[in-house]
DNA sequence: GTGAAAGCGCTAACAT
DNA sequence: ATGTTAGCGCTTTCAC
């Protein structure tokens, strides 16, 4: 920096602000600066410069998962929302590992990032506070009471239940679940589900896996195995899951849906597709990552305002896996 | 870090060295200090860190696209492969605009992280180059002739190639290519599907996509509405585009194998789903991820050894989509 | 608009 | 093993 000042012959201050672009340099100097450091082959260091600055403009972003394409769509969506803040997206993922997730976080806040975003946060309120060290944080599909930290999510309760109501309004009055809840502090699909169950006098019946599609399959291979008699339809806890289960059940000639209907939850895009054809419960993942950007932004311009909590209502989407006329 | 010194009565040296935990310190001093730290919430600011000890132990990954689930088995790798090293991983991604990709790679290099992972780079060798300023990079599935800079890849002329040799000995003859070229600089697994055609005296048949899924069911929707005849086999650039042609083939009636088979590219894991079963190459997209990382920590260790490039061989995977008995 | 001076919070030789 | 002294490369006052 010291040496593009003296090419372009002018003081190390001017530099720094062409190198912000900063509205107070003269046409002719801007250029002069630019030119010498093109030549000298000069890029500020921004670590000193956000040292030295307190702000990094960057937000960073920790995805649980990189395989259930839920993520990704979340991922547009925030890049939509930050895009034109000036704001830099950094992006860590937390894998199954429960120390990994934490170990992200802590990173984050020792890098000194303006804010995070958590996309299916896995630990406690506690653990959480106590990483961010303060750094505002939204987390998206999950709600969670911690200070300073927003909550972006679709309505999981209500998504559980409009299963079951689809279901039970085709006729349906054998409706298993298979939850996560084994895994994943993820509970309220579940709720929703078991409300609604109760709402129609229905006996429930609940199976566990993890969140992947090998977890769905492995547990209704299981079932299968068993012997048990099957439910007549199936809402799964997301379509990564329920798209397992329909492998299983194609394995073993169980015909989808004349035999067991099939519901599951989030809508990525594969369940739209023609060769699968699953009824889902969109989550509206892109407008959570839209809606989060957006509600970080408010919240590292508007100083610290109390914890919001901005909820979606989830939308049926009907397709073959349940489609009418079969069932019951 | 003062403020913890004196709390531990200690000096701010023997904190820092406390925090990099160095075996230089007696026990009863470490314990103090962290006790210290923990009283008052102290962490360390590592950009602070950073700048005076000019290491990062952090190396970014830029992904072209997350919604690629090859991306996700490539940061699998990557992670497993960086596992232990004591190096963070720092995610960033590409998108289609080619100017956020530059921009990304320049971002890492001006947060001088110790290197850079490229999954799915799309620009020019030159661009790369001189956005890198010096940083050491490996590109992974494309070869690319930059110094300091290795490449990881799967032998993409060698797939189409093996692509070809399948559908031929299954006895087809009019085996059209859909490709990403008007798209990206990917054109090898193209130019491998050219030469076995030209090898067996076939006519080549070229159609242009791009590289997701809705482009691949366009195409095929386009090809079917203009009439012109069907080939009785497709290899398509990647898995992606293989399913959504199947998609547009499913809903126009046509079936799968017996009146076109379809062969993709990838492996990725919805191919191999009894719903789907679709014959593609294995590109070990794991693998690539781990040899990366592992190429990357040697050069890191190694000093500038020259550039070094790594091929894998594909390996078929023959699925329903290309089942022998039907096709020709 | 410019230049000087004082840090940002840490690490890295040195000495002790 | 521990304390001392300089910086790392930038941003920020502040007076000119």
């Known amino acids: 920096m010291e040496d ?38 000069y890029s500020p260091n921004r670590l000193a410069s956000r040292l030295a600055s307190h702000r ?12 259930n394409p839920v993520f990704a769509d979340i991922y547009d969506g925030i890049a939509e929302g930050l895009a034109g803040s000036g704001n830099q997206v950094m992006v860590a993922v937390g894998s199954a590992d429960p120390g990994t997730e934490l170990e992200a976080i802590r990173s984050f806040a020792d890098l000194r990032v303006d804010g995070i975003l958590l996309a299916g946060y896995t630990g406690s309120p506690e653990e959480l506070e106590t990483a961010l060290r303060g ?46 809840s084994d895994w994943l502090p993820y509970t309220a699909r579940r709720e929703g589900y078991l409300w609604a169950m109760r709402q129609f006098g229905l006996e429930p019946m609940l199976v566990h896996s993890d969140m992947t599609g090998r977890g769905g399959r492995a547990v209704m291979e299981q079932f299968l195995a068993s012997g048990a008699a099957l439910p007549t339809a199936i ?35 594969v369940a739209a597709s023609p060769l699968i054809g699953l009824t889902s419960i969109d989550q509206h993942a892109g407008e959570l990552g839209r809606l989060a950007a957006q509600v970080m932004l408010e919240r590292l311009a508007g100083g610290s305002v109390p914890a919001v909590t901005r909820k979606l209502e989830p939308a049926l989407m009907v397709r073959r896996s349940s489609s009418p006329g079969a069932g019951s």
Chains 1, 2 share one sequence.
């Open 135 to 180: 750094t505002p944080a939204v987390v998206i599909t999950r709600e969670l009471e911690v200070d300073g930290v927003d909550s972006v999510l679709t309505d999981d309760f209500r998504s559980g239940a409009l299963a079951v109501e689809h279901l039970h309004g085709l006729g349906h009055r054998h409706i298993a679940h298979v939850d996560i």
């Open 4 to 41: 593009v000042a003296r090419d372009a012959g002018v003081s190390r201050a001017l530099v720094s602000l062409v190198m912000r672009d900063s509205p107070k340099v003269s046409p002719a100097k801007r250029t002069a600066v630019l030119e010498s450091a093109a030549a000298l082959g």
């Open 235 to 269: 809402f799964a806890h997301n379509d990564l899951t329920a798209v397992g289960i329909m492998e299983a059940l194609a394995s073993h000639g169980v015909a989808v849906p004349d035999d067991v209907a099939i519901v599951g939850c989030d809508n990525i895009e």
């Open 56 to 67: 990094t403009n960057t937000v960073g972003v920790l995805f649980l998962d990189l395989h």
